[in-house]
Nanobody, 120 residues
Framework: QVQLVESGGGLVQPGGSLRLSCAASGSIFSISAMGWYRQVPGKQRELVAVITSVGSTNYADSVKGRFTISRDNAKNTVYLQMNSLKPEDTAVYYC??????????????WSQGTQVTVSA
């Protein structure tokens, strides 16, 4: 059984910063790509950032220059550093990881999500 557990969400003022962490645990042989998504009620879940196993990154245009995704493979953890936050960043944030328990097949896993609210 594999779990992804998040921490770091909360309430911040516009222009502020927040750092999200997501750690994978359980029967893990290897983790491929890891990423962050966010969702607002009534809208589709959207990709925020993704990082490959070798460190290549991609970001949504709306967060480029403000957010930074990183990972610590030794800790099976992915991070999202969010700076210059805007009210439009308010959403439930989810982390995602492609994980193999046997080194052969991979499956996607999702965290339960954490609320990030940007408001004065």
């Amino acid at each position: 059984q594999v779990q992804l557990v998040e921490s770091g969400g909360g309430l911040v003022q516009p222009g502020g910063s927040l750092r999200l962490s997501c750690a994978a645990s359980g029967s893990i042989f290897s983790i491929s790509a890891m990423g962050w998504y966010r969702q607002v009620p009534g809208k589709q879940r959207e990709l925020v950032a993704v990082i490959t196993s070798v460190g290549s990154t991609n970001y949504a245009d709306s967060v480029k220059g403000r957010f930074t995704i990183s990972r610590d493979n030794a800790k099976n953890t992915v991070y999202l550093q969010m700076n210059s936050l805007k009210p439009e960043d308010t959403a439930v944030y989810y982390c995602n990881a492609s994980i193999s328990s046997d080194g052969a097949s991979y499956a996607p896993y999702w965290s339960q999500g954490t609320q990030v609210t940007v408001s004065a």
